[in-house]
């Protein structure tokens, strides 16, 4: 996992005082434990939004934004995921409370915004309740980042449409950041079956046999890294343009 100086984890409570008292937004990456396929790990969403996050941090003083950066939230909303072992998930509801008592807790001690940077579909939904909830029910300004929102033209231009879940795009990332982590012979093309146009399916199994969708043999590290590096620009510029229009 990489370190930043910016991170909670590694301060003291007095450190953490003055971090709190500088800093324009408290970062909360979000990601997952469950299955990514048989050649990715199970931590892959969790790897993203570590990686990612830290990436923005780097980058915050060139838009003269201070972030501190809380732990990573290493399990998510991953019920669809389960009849795949590996996979640990919390309910909606749980998930809901927990990241709305970690922003009832920081709000405590005076952050005034928080900044969720959410790396796994399945936590899109109660992350937005949850922020609902702290926006109306605490002096918190929530501001809620799903990564891919910012970058699925680029996945798509640079992978094609097999670019999802433990396909093309996240075997890329893993192989950028976590090499060690991909088992390189277990890639192999993922068959997914066609998505009914009224109804969404239980469990992800009923969608691909292998768990996961796209071609991860198609996968480019080299790509990625560029697209990275202009996503995490982008973010940190629509959150200075969300600060000076008084967002």
């Not at 950066?69 to 749980?94: A, C, D, I, K, W």
């Not at 066609?194 to 691909?208: G, L, N």
Request: aromatic share 8%; net charge negative.
């Amino acid at each position: 996992m990489p370190e930043t100086d910016a991170d909670l984890f590694g301060m003291t409570w007095e450190d953490a005082g003055d971090a709190i008292d500088g800093a324009d937004f408290a970062v909360l990456p979000t990601g997952s434990t469950e299955q990514h396929g048989p050649h990715l790990p199970v931590s892959t969403d969790t790897l993203r939004a570590d990686h990612l996050t830290a990436e923005l941090v780097d980058a915050a003083d060139e838009f003269d934004l201070d972030l501190l950066r809380l732990p990573t939230l290493p399990y998510g909303q991953s019920e669809h995921h389960m009849r795949f072992p590996g996979t640990v998930t919390l309910s909606t509801e749980t998930y809901v409370d927990v990241v709305r008592e970690i922003g009832e807790s920081v709000a405590e001690h005076g952050v005034d915004r928080l900044l969720i940077v959410n790396c796994h579909g399945g936590n899109r939904e109660p992350l937005s309740i949850a922020a609902d909830r702290l926006g109306r029910d605490t002096d918190l300004t929530v501001h809620f980042v799903h990564w891919t929102d910012f970058v699925a033209e680029d996945l798509e231009e640079a992978y094609g449409e097999g670019w999802g879940h433990a396909g093309d795009h996240e075997t890329s990332f893993v192989e950028l950041y976590r090499p060690d982590l991909v088992r390189t012979e277990q890639k192999e093309p993922q068959e997914a079956a066609e998505m009914p146009r009224t109804r969404s399916y239980e469990y992800f199994d009923e969608v691909t046999e292998l768990g996961g969708l796209g071609d991860p043999t198609n996968s480019d590290p080299d790509a990625l890294e560029p697209i990275v590096a202009a996503t995490t620009r982008e973010i940190l510029g629509a959150l200075v343009e969300d600060l000076d229009a008084g967002w």
